[in-house]
């Protein structure tokens, strides 16, 4: 009788997990606003809460899609640790909900997934996710990934806008334009295309974008430069310009001005 009640209190905790901790500032200020960690596997939940914590982030904590759903209506987290396998629909459908979502759109998401296959990478990336790690990974490991993920997502406020051949990126206003028609581009892409209109005609190799754009990328691969130029091209297709972005074959980039 008093081992079920035991349960039952535990049962109780883990659904209060979704509500929010109470605040006790000061925070560590990387992140604006709570990091939600929606993952089913408690054990591995609590550990990457309480290292967070210990790491002085605010973190939010949900165990399927609907309970994160809900945490998200009452407070937009600041990050998300989305894990792939969920039980009652899978974090890549999620996310593909967030990114059609004005509020989520924009919010940095790292799938956190079991499988290692390089197909699952790439799915993960082309639903918008910014970053993907491979369970099971180390402490030092998550906080470099969101890390370099917030850095990438900052906004590169106070500079002036770019123009080539009717391209327009102006990131102020974080608003891209293609012979006036708005581009619609996840903040990677968008720090991709600034870079590469900021530096154009210059060849650049796949690590030096990745140091350029991605920041830190101890742990990003090659790879996952091309996934998003492949991503930053379909968004500039309809308008022509995606043949701006050139790739120069064993060297990496380039964004080509003034060509036909
Ligand atoms: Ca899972």
């Not at 993952?39 to 605010?58: H, K, M, P, S």
């Not at 989520?104 to 197909?119: C, G």
């Not at 080539?164 to 991709?192: C, M, Q």
């Amino acid at each position: 009788m008093h081992r079920h009640t035991c349960a039952a209190r535990r049962l109780q905790q883990d659904r209060d997990s979704a509500i929010p901790a109470p605040r006790t500032p000061p925070y560590d200020s990387t992140v604006r606003g709570a990091i939600l960690i929606v993952e089913d596997e408690l054990v591995t939940q609590r550990l990457i809460a309480a290292g967070l914590e210990r790491a002085g982030f605010e973190v939010m904590r949900a165990t399927n899609v609907e309970e994160a759903a809900e945490a998200i209506r009452e407070q937009l987290p600041g990050l998300m640790l989305l894990d792939w396998v969920l039980p009652t629909a899978s974090g890549v459908t999620f996310l593909r909900e967030l990114r059609t979502d004005r509020r989520t759109k924009q919010m940095p998401i790292i799938m956190l997934t079991s499988r290692s296959e390089e197909t699952d990478k790439v799915t993960g990336l082309e639903a918008g996710a910014d970053d993907y790690l491979i369970k099971p990974f180390s402490h030092r490991e998550l906080l470099a990934r969101i890390k370099a993920v917030v850095r990438r997502g900052a906004p590169l406020l106070g500079e002036e806008p770019v123009e080539f051949d009717g391209l327009k990126l102006d990131p102020a206003a974080h608003r891209v334009t293609a012979n006036g028609d708005n581009v619609k581009l996840w903040a990677t892409e968008f720090r991709l295309l600034h870079f590469l209109m900021t530096h154009p005609d210059r060849v650049y190799a796949r690590s030096q974008l990745l140091d350029e754009v991605w920041g830190d990328h101890v742990f990003v691969e090659d790879r996952t430069v091309d996934v998003h130029i492949r991503q930053l091209r379909q968004a500039l297709q309809p308008s022509g310009c995606d043949r701006m972005i050139e790739t120069v074959r064993g060297a990496g980039y380039c964004f080509r001005t003034g060509a036909d």
